[in-house]
């Protein structure tokens, strides 16, 4: 049985204050019977890692923390970059990996999203793998295409073990921030489409892999998606920077 999984993604969003206040208000509006249900993770930007730690450990809270990126090496001389074991020692549990504004805007490439899986499995954290086509390869028909190799590329070279233990994110690009959404359809597809990829290669790690959906996810369309048999789950940007919003996203049987 796979375990529904809610990630926010914080972007560039948040000093270390607000994100203070932002896990304690969350908190506040989940109870156990949530995380019991389902695994929620916030991942605030770096410079917020360490204060939501703080209030996670010393409040007990049960809500994950997730980190937005890292670079592959364990340290050296990468001006600008943050290392995996260094989000470990912070009890970082979760990266997001290889997100669309990552792979877009900084020229982010299968290869080393392959590595920073790899090095993310290495540190006992868990990766958030995001793939996702464009407005126009979805037009073209080539969806299938598109995030089939990425997930083929991205986990290249991993056993069937580590990738049971890992999250593919499917976000298509054009539904990221645009208030867009695939139909539940749509998402509920692909995610299966992806299942079968792993199968094919993985074989039974597909039954165990979790399969998230992303883009554009809101409090009043995330019970269709997560109503898909092989959807397991949201990525959330916009709409997990309001507590409110994100604990009733996160309720969203009630
Ligand atoms: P969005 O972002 O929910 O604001 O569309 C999702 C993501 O980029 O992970």
């Given at each position: 049985m796979r375990k529904d999984l809610i990630a926010g993604n914080w972007k560039m969003h948040a000093s270390h204050l607000d994100a203070i206040q932002m896990v304690q208000k969350l908190s506040y509006r989940l109870d156990l019977s949530d995380y019991e249900r389902v695994d929620v993770v916030v991942c605030p930007p770096f410079t917020a890692l360490r204060s939501?730690?703080?209030?996670i450990e010393t409040d007990?809270?049960?809500?994950?923390?997730?980190?937005?990126?890292?670079?592959?090496?364990?340290?050296?001389?990468?001006?600008g970059e943050v290392s995996p074991e260094m989000l470990a020692k912070l009890s970082v549990s979760?990266?997001?990996?290889?997100?669309?504004e990552r792979r877009q805007l900084f020229g982010e490439l299968d290869d080393g999203v392959n590595r920073k899986?790899?090095?993310?499995?290495?540190?006992g954290m868990t990766?958030?793998?995001?793939?996702?086509?464009?407005?126009?390869?979805?037009?073209?028909?080539?969806?299938?295409?598109?995030?089939?190799?990425?997930?083929?590329?991205?986990?290249?070279?991993?056993?069937?073990?580590?990738?049971a233990s890992l999250v593919i994110a499917y976000e298509?690009?054009?539904?990221?921030?645009t208030g867009k959404t695939a139909s539940t359809d749509d998402a509920g597809q692909v995610a299966?489409?992806?299942r079968g990829v792993v199968a094919e290669q993985w074989g039974d790690a597909a039954e165990r892999v979790r399969i998230l959906y992303g883009g554009s996810v809101k409090p009043g369309n995330i019970a269709g998606i997560m109503a898909k048999a092989d959807v397991d789950g949201a990525l959330?940007?916009?709409?997990?920077?309001?507590?409110?919003?994100?604990?009733?996203?996160?309720?969203?049987?009630?």
């Open positions: 939501a730690q703080t209030v007990h809270l049960l809500i994950g923390l997730g980190a937005q990126n890292c670079h592959w090496e364990e340290k050296g001389a990468y001006t979760y990266v997001i990996v290889g997100h669309s899986v790899k090095a993310v499995l290495a540190h990766p958030i793998m995001c793939v996702g086509e464009t407005e126009d390869e979805r037009e073209q028909g080539y969806t299938e295409e598109k995030v089939g190799s990425q997930v083929r590329l991205g986990l290249s070279g991993l056993d069937p073990d580590a990738v298509p690009i054009w539904a990221i921030g299966s489409y992806l959330v940007g916009g709409a997990s920077l309001d507590p409110d919003t994100f604990a009733s996203l996160i309720r969203y049987w009630v």
